[in-house]
């Protein structure tokens, strides 16, 4: 048993009556800022810019940016 503060993203339809329950918080709003930092100029990987693209496709999906 326990608690814990878990992003909506990552949350899961209840598929069985031993599936977590999940409570919204509504006051105050909850909320967190995330951040990709990378230097000004500097080469990015294809790897690197997949990701990023990804976490954007995956947080604007959730969240309104």
Do not use: C
């Not at 326990?2 to 899961?12: H, N, Q, Y």
């Not at 105050?28 to 954007?56: C, N, Q």
């Amino acid at each position: 048993m326990g608690i814990a503060f878990v992003p909506k993203m990552l949350t899961r339809p209840q598929e069985s009556e031993f599936a977590p329950a999940y409570l919204r918080l509504t006051e105050p709003e909850a909320s967190r800022t995330l951040v990709i930092a990378s230097r000004k100029g500097r080469y990015l990987s294809k790897a690197a810019e997949a990701f990023i693209e990804t976490m954007k496709t995956t947080v604007a999906r959730y969240y309104s940016l």
